[in-house]
C-alpha cells in the first residue's frame, strides 16, 4: 500500500491523531512497537497562523517516527491553506485534513465534522490546500452528520476528486459521538467502489489483534488506524502486526501462540512513558499527561480490589510517589 511515495507494505496499522494523547513520545512508542504511520496532535489552523506556541510545539517531530503525518482542522479556507503551509515547512511525510472531530468546541463551530454540513465548503478547502502544497494531502472524516445523511459513497470520490492521496473514515457519524459500535459497512462500499483508486483507511472500535483482521478481511480497507485503544498500551501495534504477519500455514486460529509482552514489560514501558513526559514537559504536567494512559490501560483488570490503588496512582503528584505505586503494583502481579 502507498501514500504518494511512502510504501508501507500490507495491511499497515496506523496510529490515529488524538488530541493530548499523540505528542512525540507517545508516538515513538507506538512506531517502536509497530506503527506503520503516527500523526500529532491535530493542529487548530487558527492558532497556527496566529504563531500559538503551544500549537507551534505540536508541530515537533523525529527522524525516529517517521513516516508521520500532521493534521490540521479549521473551517476558514484561507486560514487552512496558510497552516498547510507552514506545516509543510515543518517537514511530515504528509498533510491530513480533519474533517471528522465530533467535540462540540470543534464541530460545533463548523470545524471537524462541522464539515459535514457544509460539503461545497469542505471540497473548496481541501481542493485549495492540495494545490498550495508539494507533500500528499490526505483527509479523515466520518460516515456523515447523521444517520439519515450517511453521505460518505459520494464524498468519498468527491474528496478523491480534489487530490487526496487516501481517505481515512471512521465509522460513526458525528451524532454518534464516540457511543454505539462502528459501521464498517460503509467503510466497505467505499473501498469496494470500483471509481475510488486512492487508498482506503478503515477507522472505529478496533481493539483486539482479531479485530484487525477481521477489518481486513471483510471490507477489504488498504490500512486501518486505532485510536482509543492504544490509551495505555502502545504494544497493541505488536499484538496485531505479529497476528497479521501469522503464516497462514501455522494453523494458529487466534491470539494464543502469539508470543506477548509480560506484566513487566508492559510496566517498564508506561514507566518510560512517564519518564519521557516528565522530561519532554516537566514533573507536573507530565504526570498529568500520563495519567490518561495509566487510568486506560488494560495491565490492572485482572488484580482484584484494585480500585483504591487505581485512585492513588490517579492522585499522585510527584514522579517518585507515582513510580513508587507502579512499582507496587509490580509486586502484585510481577
Known amino acids: 500500500m502507498k501514500i504518494g511515495n511512502i510504501e508501507f507494505g500490507s495491511q499497515p496499522v496506523f496510529l490515529a491523531p488524538m488530541e493530548d494523547v499523540t505528542d512525540i513520545g507517545f508516538r515513538l512508542l507506538c512506531k517502536r512497537f509497530g506503527a506503520a504511520m503516527v500523526y500529532t496532535e491535530f493542529v487548530s489552523a487558527e492558532a497556527l497562523i496566529r504563531d500559538v506556541k503551544s500549537t507551534i510545539n ?16 479549521g473551517r476558514d ?11 509543510e515547512q515543518a517537514g511530515p511525510d504528509l498533510i491530513d485534513l480533519n474533517f471528522g472531530c465530533p467535540v462540540k468546541k470543534v464541530a460545533g463551530k463548523g470545524a471537524g465534522a462541522g464539515m459535514l454540513q457544509n ?40 474528496l478523491q476528486d480534489c487530490g487526496i492521496q487516501a481517505l481515512t473514515i471512521h ?21 469496494r467502489n470500483p471509481r475510488i483508486h486512492i487508498p482506503i483507511i478503515g477507522n472505529g472500535d478496533i481493539t483486539s489483534a482479531e479485530e484487525a ?78 495519567r490518561r494512559h495509566l487510568a486506560a490501560t488494560p495491565i490492572y483488570k485482572s488484580i482484584p480490589n484494585f480500585r483504591q490503588t487505581r485512585i492513588a496512582m490517579l492522585r499522585a503528584e ?15 502481579l510481577g
Open 77 to 87: 479556507i484561507e486560514a487552512m491553506v496558510e497552516a498547510a503551509k507552514i506545516v
Open 213 to 290: 483482521k477481521a477489518a481486513f478481511d471483510t471490507y477489504g480497507v488498504d490500512a486501518i488506524m486505532i485510536g482509543r485503544a492504544t490509551f495505555g498500551r502502545p504494544w497493541i501495534f505488536k499484538e496485531v502486526r505479529d497476528y497479521l504477519d501469522q503464516p497462514a500455514s501455522s494453523g494458529l486460529s487466534g491470539t494464543s501462540g502469539i508470543s506477548g509482552l509480560s506484566f513487566n514489560e508492559k510496566l517498564d514501558i508506561l514507566e518510560e512513558l512517564l519518564r519521557i513526559n516528565v522530561e519532554r514537559i516537566d514533573e507536573k504536567r507530565g504526570i498529568l499527561h500520563t
Open 318 to 332: 510527584t514522579m517518585p510517589e507515582l513510580l513508587g505505586i507502579l512499582e507496587e503494583t509490580r509486586a502484585l
Open 58 to 73: 505540536k508541530l515537533t517531530i523525529s527522524d525516529e517516527e517517521r513516516p508521520v503525518g500532521i493534521q490540521i482542522y
Open 171 to 191: 465509522g460513526r457519524t458525528r451524532s454518534q459521538m464516540y457511543t454505539g459500535s462502528a459501521d464498517w459497512t460503509l467503510i466497505g462500499e467505499v473501498k
Open 119 to 158: 460539503i461545497p465548503k469542505m471540497l473548496e478547502i481541501t481542493q485549495k490546500v492540495v494545490d498550495a502544497v508539494q507533500l500528499p494531502v490526505t483527509v479523515k472524516t466520518r460516515l456523515g452528520w447523521n444517520h439519515e445523511q450517511l453521505i460518505i459513497t459520494e464524498l468519498a470520490e468527491q
